[in-house]
DNA sequence: TCCTTCCGTGACAATTCCGTCACTCTCCAC
DNA sequence: GTGGAGAGTGACGGAATTGTCACGGAAGGA
C-alpha cells in the first residue's frame, strides 16, 4: 500500500514495527543512522517517516529539520518515536512540527493505528483516467476529448472549460466560479470572455453543443441529457 | 461500488438480485419494462446492466439492441438472464453480443460472481490527481505543474512532455515513443520539434531543468534525483 | 407591450505558440 | 587528434489562440 521509512538504531524496534507494517502490506525501508534518513528519504520517496527522537550522532528533532528543509522531502508526514514519556521529548516532537509522536515503550498496534490516521490524512486523491458522460469521452491522460469516439480539437482553455463543467454534470457553475477554475480570476464583474468561449466551445461540439445549457443570471451547466425531439444523431 | 441496473418483470427476481448486490455494496436500479430500459439507462448511466431476455412487450435482445445502438448506452456492459437452458435463447444472447449470460434459475452467488468478472473487465482506471516527484508536482486536475509550490507557466506542448517523462522518472523515453505520445507522429525520423520542446522546457524549469537527463542516442528522462554538487538551492 | 438586463455573436488585433532551419557544440569511435 | 553523428541553440515566420468590443437578440418583469 504505502511505503514507510523507519528510522531507529535499535534493530529489535526496527524489525517489530517492520513486522507489523508488512503485514499490513506496507513496504518498509529503515536505516539507522540519523545521517543517513534524509539522502534515503530522497532516494526512495517514502510516504511517511517513523522518526526515533534517539539516535547516535544526530538527534531525530535535527534530522526533522533537515527533512524540512529538503523541499524533495518536506511534504512527507513524520511521526516520531521518543524514548520516554518525558516533558522534554514531548515538547521538542511537538515543536519541530512532527505530524505525530508516540512514547517508547508504544504498543505495535497503537502505532499501526496512528500510521494509518496520518496516512489517511495524507491520502492520495485518484480521479479517473476517463470520464464518460453520455457520448462524451473526456482522456485526462492524453487531455483529450472525444465524442462517440471522435476525437474533438479543442485548445487548453476550451479543455478546461468543459473539463470543469463536466466534472458535476447537471450542475450550474457560476460564472464567477467558472473564471476562477479555468481562468484563475478572482472577481471578474463584466467580461465577455466566458461568453465566448462557451460560444466557441459549442461550435466545435457541433450538436452536441446542446449538452452545454444556460442558466440565466446563474451560470452554464453540462447536461447529461438533452431534449428527445433534436436528438436526430441517433 | 457501481450502479447496477436489473431489468426483469418478476418482482421477486429483481428483489433477489438486488438484496444480493446491495450487500456487495453497490447501488441497484431497476425496471420491469422493456421499453422503459433505455431511458432509464440513459438518466442512470449504470456500470452494468442485468437484463431478462423474457418480457413484455419487447424482448430482452431487442432492447440491448437499441442499448448498442445509442452512444450513450454503447460502453454499458450487459449480462443476459434467459429463462430456460434452451439453444435459442443462448444464440440469441450470444449473437446480440451480450458480455456475459445465466440462465434461470440461477444460483445468486454465481449471478454475483459473473458480476463481478464483468465489472473487473471494465474496471475503471485511475490515475493519482496530483503527482508529486521530489519537488516537482504536477496537478492533473488543473494541467499544471509547481515546483517547491511555485506555478511554472508551460504551454500545452510542454506540459504534455513533461507528464509523459514524468509518467516514468528514471525511465529513458525514446524520441519516437515521446513524438508519439505529445504530438501522436507515428514515426518521425530526423526533426529537431523534439529537441526544440526539450530545451524550452528545460529554459522553463530553470535550475530544475537539470531533471531532464539526455541520453545520447536512446531518449530523454526525467530524473527523480540530480547531482548533489549543483544542488544549491537547498 | 415596452423596457431593462443579460447572453450570443462576429470581427479584430495582440499575443502566444509551434515547427523548421541553419548553425554550433559535444560526445564517441576510430 | 580527427571526423562524424547526434544533440543544443537562436532566430523566424506562419498559424493558432485569446481577450475585448460593439452590436444584436432573447428573456422576463413591469
Known amino acids: 500500500m504505502s511505503r514507510i521509512l523507519v528510522v531507529d538504531d535499535e534493530k529489535d524496534i526496527v524489525e517489530l514495527v517492520s513486522l507489523h507494517l508488512q503485514r ?37 528533532v535535527q534530522v526533522h529539520r533537515r527533512l524540512r528543509a529538503d523541499t524533495r522531502t518536506r ?22 512540527g512532527a505530524d505525530d509522536y508516540l ?36 482522456d485526462r491522460k492524453n487531455m483529450s476529448l472525444s465524442i462517440s469516439g471522435k476525437l474533438v480539437e479543442l485548445t487548453i482553455t476550451e479543455l ?14 457560476s460564472r464567477s466560479e467558472l473564471l476562477s477554475a479555468v481562468w484563475g480570476y478572482a472577481d471578474d464583474t463584466h467580461s465577455r470572455t466566458l461568453d465566448t468561449h462557451i460560444k466557441r466551445l459549442r461550435d466545435k461540439l457541433g450538436d452536441h453543443g446542446r449538452h452545454i445549457g444556460t442558466l440565466r443570471r446563474q451560470g452554464y451547466l453540462f447536461q447529461s441529457t438533452v431534449q428527445e425531439l433534436a436528438d436526430a444523431d441517433a
Chains 1, 2 share one sequence.
Open 160 to 173: 478546461k472549460l468543459i473539463t470543469t463543467l463536466m466534472a458535476n454534470p447537471d450542475v450550474i457553475h
Open 24 to 60: 499490513e502490506g506496507h513496504e518498509v525501508v529503515s536505516v539507522g543512522n540519523g545521517l543517513a534518513v534524509l539522502p534515503m528519504a530522497v532516494k526512495t520517496a517514502p510516504d511517511l517517516i517513523v522518526l526515533d527522537i534517539m539516535l547516535p550522532g544526530i538527534d531525530g
Open 103 to 138: 512514547t517508547k515503550p508504544f504498543s505495535p498496534r497503537e502505532l499501526m493505528l496512528r500510521i494509518g490516521a496520518v496516512l489517511r490524512r495524507s491520502q492520495k486523491v485518484v480521479m479517473l483516467a476517463e470520464q464518460r458522460i453520455g457520448e462524451f469521452l473526456l
Open 75 to 96: 511534504h512527507i508526514p513524520v511521526i516520531m518515536l521518543t524514548a520516554r514519556a518525558q516533558t522534554n521529548d514531548r515538547i521538542a516532537g511537538l515543536e519541530s
